[in-house]
């Protein structure tokens, strides 16, 4: 089984009725499902880079000079993508209770002194790109560093030319803003 282009656009984009939602939800996936995934999101964006993998609605990683990087489908760029993107976007926090009560009213309210919600935009485009719920002081969550290599070598059995050593390099950031203060 196979699905068309157009019909996994209209999945993603959520205008394919139902019944055939249900109907590729409920079969085996098909085996070029992720290259066509990647065909129709490549196709979104205004940029040439190729798209490695998806991390959000609007972040991907991609294929930039032989470096992968963190992009926003607006073009902007966060930098390696083994680098929490999170410390180069905008950041809002909401840790008082007037500002949490805008999301959470009355008594769904958490209590500020044990948890704030981070919300991170692109720098870019202003998109709200991931919201977090954390204990106060908690660093910010590393949600997704996907393995790419092992990916496309192992489960697409198509690798990539130039592998990259898979590892958090998130401490190098801070490390850099440690020597500014
Ligand atoms: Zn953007």
Redesign the pocket.
Known sequence: MSYSKEDLRDLYNGTLPWGQVKEIMSNPKDDDRFDKYIEILQESVLWEERILMPLGE??FVVEKDGERITK?????EFGDWRQNWKLNALIYVRDDRVKLEEIYPGIRCPDPDICEVREY???????L?KVESVPVGHPPLFEILPDIDVFYREWLGTPLKHEKEFKDRTYEVTREWGKET
Do not use: Q, R, S, V
């Open positions: 609007h972040i926003c489908d607006c073009g902007h935009y692109c720098p870019g485009c202003g998109a790109l």
